[in-house]
C-alpha cells in the first residue's frame, strides 16, 4: 500500500498509527513521505523529530511568498484571477523536514472559506496533494487527516491504497468513524480499514467490532501508557512503545497483503 489516508475522530490516536507505520516503512528501506494535514501539526513530535529541526518546519498554507509565486494571488483572499495548476513538483525536496528516512510535510489550515473555499492557499494545497498521490508513485505517502476527506478530492481518491479510520472504544468514536465512511464513499475512496487504538482487553475489541462500522479491522492497537511516556519525553513512539511496535507491524503486514491480493 503505498497512498495511505489515516483518518478519525480528534484524539483517538491518528497520529500515532501514521508515525509508527511511517517508522516501519523507513526501516524496510522504502522512500517514505509523511503529510500532516491535521488542523493542529503534531505529528512531527510524534516521529521524534528533534526540536531544533521542528522549529524550522513552516505549513505550507503559511507560505504566503511561495503561494503568490506559484498561482499569481496573495493569499487571504478568494475569487478574482490566480492559476488552478500551480507548479508542486519541488514543493516536496525543497519545504520538508527529513529525519530517520523520514520526509514530513506539514499542510497547514486555509483560515477563512470552509472547505469549499476557491482561494490561492485551497488549489496550491490540493494540487499538492494530488501531484504527492497521483505523480509519486515509487514513494510511500501516508496523509495524517482531520476528520474528514477535505484534501481530498473525486479525482485524486482513486488514487488512495488505503483509508484508515481509526478508533477507541467508544461511541463517539464510532460515531465519527461511520460519517468518515459516508464521506469517503461519496468521492469513491474503494477501501475503507477501521484500526482500533488504545484498546484494552477482549471487552473492548468486542465493543468496536458490534458498534462500529462494518469494515475490515487491520489489527487492533493496545492501550499503551509508553505511548503516553514517549510524548511527555519528547521522542518518538516507535522508539517507546515496542508493544505497539510488534502490532503496528501486523497492521503494516496485512496492508501489503491486501494490496498484493488485489494487484493479482
Not at 483560515?111 to 492557499?121: Q, S
Given at each position: 500500500?503505498?497512498?495511505?489516508?489515516?483518518?478519525?475522530?480528534?484524539?483517538?490516536?491518528?497520529t500515532?498509527?501514521?508515525?509508527?507505520?511511517?517508522?516501519?516503512?523507513?526501516?524496510?528501506e522504502?522512500?517514505?513521505?509523511?503529510?500532516?494535514?491535521?488542523p493542529?501539526?503534531?505529528?512531527a513530535?510524534?516521529?521524534?523529530?528533534?526540536?531544533?529541526?521542528?522549529?524550522?518546519?513552516?505549513?505550507?498554507?503559511?507560505?504566503?511568498?511561495?503561494?503568490?509565486?506559484?498561482?499569481?494571488?496573495?493569499?487571504?483572499?478568494?475569487?478574482?484571477?490566480?492559476?488552478?495548476n500551480?507548479?508542486?513538483?519541488?514543493?516536496?525536496?525543497?519545504?520538508?523536514?527529513?529525519?530517520?528516512?523520514?520526509?514530513?510535510?506539514?499542510?497547514?489550515?486555509?483560515?477563512?472559506?470552509?472547505?469549499?473555499?476557491?482561494?490561492?492557499?485551497?488549489?496550491?494545497?490540493?494540487?499538492?496533494?494530488t501531484?504527492?498521490?497521483?505523480?509519486?508513485?515509487?514513494?510511500?505517502?501516508?496523509?495524517?487527516?482531520?476528520?474528514?476527506?477535505?484534501?481530498?478530492?473525486?479525482?485524486?481518491?482513486?488514487?488512495?491504497?488505503?483509508f484508515?479510520?481509526?478508533?477507541?472504544?467508544?461511541?463517539?468514536?464510532?460515531?465519527?468513524a461511520?460519517?468518515?465512511?459516508?464521506?469517503?464513499?461519496?468521492?469513491?475512496?474503494?477501501?475503507?480499514?477501521?484500526?482500533?487504538?488504545n484498546?484494552?482487553?477482549?471487552?473492548?475489541?468486542?465493543?468496536?467490532?458490534?458498534?462500529?462500522p462494518?469494515?475490515?479491522?487491520?489489527?487492533?492497537?493496545?492501550?499503551?501508557?509508553?505511548?503516553?511516556?514517549?510524548?511527555?519525553?519528547?521522542?518518538?513512539?516507535?522508539?517507546?512503545?515496542?508493544?505497539?511496535?510488534?502490532?503496528?507491524q501486523?497492521?503494516?503486514?496485512?496492508?501489503?497483503?491486501?494490496?498484493?491480493?488485489?494487484?493479482?
Amino acid at each position: 500500500m503505498s497512498k495511505i489516508a489515516v483518518t478519525g475522530k480528534g484524539g483517538v490516536g491518528k497520529t500515532t498509527v501514521t508515525s509508527l507505520l511511517a517508522h516501519i516503512y523507513a526501516r524496510q528501506e522504502r522512500k517514505v513521505i509523511v503529510i500532516d494535514a491535521d488542523p493542529s501539526p503534531n505529528l512531527a513530535w510524534a516521529l521524534g523529530f528533534p526540536a531544533e529541526l521542528v522549529a524550522e518546519i513552516t505549513p505550507i498554507a503559511e507560505m504566503g511568498e511561495l503561494i503568490e509565486e506559484r498561482t499569481g494571488a496573495k493569499p487571504g483572499g478568494s475569487g478574482g484571477w490566480f492559476k488552478i495548476n500551480p507548479m508542486v513538483e519541488d514543493i516536496p525536496e525543497r519545504f520538508s523536514a527529513q529525519y530517520q528516512g523520514i520526509r514530513l510535510l506539514q499542510l497547514g489550515t486555509v483560515k477563512k472559506g470552509g472547505a469549499g473555499c476557491i482561494c490561492p492557499e485551497s488549489v496550491l494545497l490540493k494540487t499538492l496533494v494530488t501531484h504527492l498521490l497521483l505523480d509519486r508513485s515509487s514513494d510511500e505517502v501516508i496523509m495524517d487527516m482531520e476528520a474528514g476527506v477535505e484534501h481530498l478530492g473525486r479525482a485524486t481518491a482513486q488514487a488512495v491504497d488505503a483509508f484508515l479510520i481509526v478508533v477507541e472504544p467508544g461511541r463517539r468514536s464510532l460515531q465519527t468513524a461511520e460519517l468518515i465512511q459516508r464521506l469517503a464513499r461519496d468521492i469513491g475512496i474503494p477501501r475503507l480499514y477501521l484500526v482500533p487504538n488504545n484498546v484494552r482487553d477482549a471487552r473492548d475489541q468486542q465493543f468496536i467490532q458490534e458498534h462500529g462500522p462494518d469494515l475490515p479491522i487491520l489489527g487492533f492497537l493496545s492501550h499503551s501508557p509508553d505511548a503516553i511516556e514517549a510524548d511527555m519525553q519528547g521522542i518518538s513512539v516507535f522508539e517507546k512503545a515496542p508493544q505497539l511496535v510488534k502490532e503496528a507491524q501486523l497492521i503494516a503486514a496485512e496492508l501489503d497483503r491486501l494490496s498484493a491480493a488485489s494487484s493479482s
